[in-house]
């Protein structure tokens, strides 16, 4: 059983950086595929980006592709998700998540097995 711990949310102003992490326990991480995904009001779970178990392959959400950059640091069980130029329609709740997979790369909600509790992201135009 994988537990999966956000932090990092807050407000911020249009244009600011933010950076979230996801501590990760109770697996063994560098098994994982790893994504983030977020929700707004009244939406849609959507994905924002994702990562392969030994971090080589990256994939992101076209609204968010050369903003965020995501990330993994395998000896600290800890996922990363660099926000740059933050945007007011980024406002959202951003979930890790995880699913063992040793290769490639899953981008569908569906598929991921264990979630975060999620961080509140909101961007003030």
């Known amino acids: 059983q994988v537990q999966l711990v956000e932090s990092g949310g807050g407000l911020v102003q249009a244009g600011d950086s933010l950076s979230l992490s996801c501590a990760a326990s109770?697996?063994?991480?560098?098994?994982?595929?790893m994504g983030w995904f977020r929700q707004a009001p009244g939406k849609e779970r959507e994905f924002v980006a994702a990562?392969?178990?030994?971090?080589?392959?990256?994939d992101y959400a076209d609204s968010v592709k050369g903003r965020f950059t995501i990330s993994r640091d395998n000896a600290k069980n800890t996922m990363y998700l660099q926000m740059n130029s933050l945007k007011p329609e980024d406002t959202a709740v951003y979930y890790c998540?995880?699913?063992?997979?040793?290769?490639?790369?899953?981008?569908?909600?569906?598929?991921?097995?264990?979630w975060g509790q999620g961080t509140q992201v909101t961007v003030s135009s």
């Open positions: 998540a995880a699913v063992r997979l040793l290769f490639g790369i899953i981008t569908d909600p569906n598929k991921y097995n264990y």
């Open positions: 109770g697996g063994t991480f560098s098994s994982y595929n």
């Open positions: 990562i392969s178990a030994s971090g080589v392959m990256t």
